[in-house]
């Protein structure tokens, strides 16, 4: 068992800290402030291949693997998590039901602009009356003639409504199962379909700088050909979807963990109070050792839920426990590097603060804490 990482991994990993460093640290206050979306950051993160990382070259991805796409994702939050959700949910909820999923002319149509990062897709599951229980879907899909129609509406959908959003793929009710559960099928809707409308982004707590709406389905016509893998199929297809996406969500709550831990060493070396340091004093030392086991551990675990996916083997339990535990000490890293930052903590020109209003949904998208304990729970028999 070796976690090191690679020559090529730290190479990685150093060019998207250097990236996010250099290039997003100095913009991302402002966006955040006037709730933008960064297009120049996302443009430039196209060009180095982010969106394509985990995907084969011969769809234009860059041949690396999902633990690639992790370790620039915990790169990324270390600095600012609205960019780093932006990739996450364009490549792990965007992008990979195509490829996983979709028909060679699916992949053809769609893989090459979002791969390079030209365009952006977003996953619709949950509905403002359900979320964690996706069996209540609503939103209906009928097949007429050569045509679904669709009508709905789902909540809080990433990336579905920026200038360069291509499409969103939608859950959708599409029949009844022979055991009478609800037949779920998933299916793609380009951007500007008729009947396809995208309300005013949220006006959110946190990740302010990413893009999030409501949408809804009034008659909405696609061809039966945007039918994302069998039908029926969808249940199926977002639970593998949602598994591989904990992961990546639990490499980000990391990458926050992370930055709380930098900007704690940095402040509590310049503050003073009583005359020396603030970090001179054991009770400030010991919250930051304690920072940095938690991100150290947290980070182990996604190591260990991403290497048992990319060897084939079961990782639902592995990938939910990263998921639960990354997310719970990234809220706690995120309280303390505000405490450790005292007055200042306060203010939204401090990282730590950003921090602090990124870090509490993470506890709740991509499944709540409540659900990981759940799908575990299951997974030991219970
Ligand atoms: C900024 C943002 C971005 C998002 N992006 C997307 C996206 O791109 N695509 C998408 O499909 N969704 C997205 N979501 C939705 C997100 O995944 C859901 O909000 C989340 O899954 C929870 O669903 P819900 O909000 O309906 O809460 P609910 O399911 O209504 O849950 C409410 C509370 O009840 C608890 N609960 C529910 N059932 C049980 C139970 N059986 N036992 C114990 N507790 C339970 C939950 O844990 C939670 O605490 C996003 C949300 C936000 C805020």
């Known amino acids: 068992m070796d976690f090191r990482l690679t020559d090529d991994q730290e190479a990685l990993r150093e060019s998207v800290r250097d990236f996010a460093r250099e290039v997003i640290a100095p913009v991302i206050a402002e966006h955040y402030k006037q709730h933008t979306f960064p297009y120049e950051v996302i443009r430039q993160m196209g060009k180095m291949?982010?969106?394509g990382l985990p995907f084969g070259e011969e769809h234009g991805g860059m041949g690396g693997d999902y633990f690639a796409?992790?370790?620039a994702l915990e790169e990324l939050a270390r600095v600012d998590s609205s960019v780093a959700i932006t990739l996450e949910a364009a490549v792990s909820l965007g992008a990979m039901p195509i490829y996983r999923f979709g028909t060679e002319e699916q992949k053809a149509t769609w893989l090459p602009k979002l791969l390079s990062g030209e365009a952006l897709a977003g996953f619709g599951l949950t509905e403002p009356g359900t979320g964690s229980d996706a069996a209540g879907t609503q939103t209906r899909a009928v097949l007429d003639g050569d045509e679904w129609v669709i009508n709905g509406s789902k909540a809080f959908i990433t990336n579905s409504g920026t200038d360069i959003t291509a499409m969103v793929t939608v859950t959708a009710v599409t029949g009844?199962?022979?055991?009478g559960s609800k037949e779920l099928s998933t299916i793609i809707v380009p951007t500007g379909t008729p009947g396809f409308t995208v309300a005013p982004g949220y006006s959110k707590v946190g990740w302010t700088a990413s893009d999030t709406h409501e949408l809804t389905f009034d008659d909405c016509r696609v061809p039966a050909a945007n039918l994302l893998g069998a039908r029926g199929r969808g249940f199926a297809q977002f639970l593998r979807i949602l598994d591989e996406g904990r992961i990546?969500?639990?490499?980000l709550a990391v990458g926050l963990a992370q930055g709380c831990v930098d900007e704690s060493i940095r402040y509590a070396k310049e503050r003073h109070a009583f005359g020396r340091p603030i970090g001179a004093n054991q009770a400030i030392q010991f919250k930051i050792a304690d920072m940095e086991l938690k991100a150290h551990t947290a980070r182990l675990a996604y190591y260990d839920a991403a290497a048992r996916m990319l060897a084939g083997e079961p990782f639902k339990r592995q990938a939910?426990?990263?998921k639960l535990h990354a997310s719970t000490i990234a809220?706690?890293?995120a309280r303390e590097a505000t405490q450790i930052h005292g007055g200042y903590g306060f203010m939204n020109e401090y990282p730590v603060a950003r921090f602090w209003r990124d870090s509490k949904i993470l506890e709740i998208g991509e499944g709540t804490s409540e659900v990981q304990r759940m799908i575990i729970a299951r997974d030991l028999g219970l």
Do not use: K, S
């Open 49 to 51: 291949g982010l969106f």
């Open 69 to 71: 796409l992790c370790l």
């Open 176 to 179: 009844t199962n022979p055991d």
């Open 248 to 251: 990546a969500i639990a490499a």
């Open 320 to 322: 939910a426990i990263a």
């Open 331 to 333: 809220v706690d890293n």
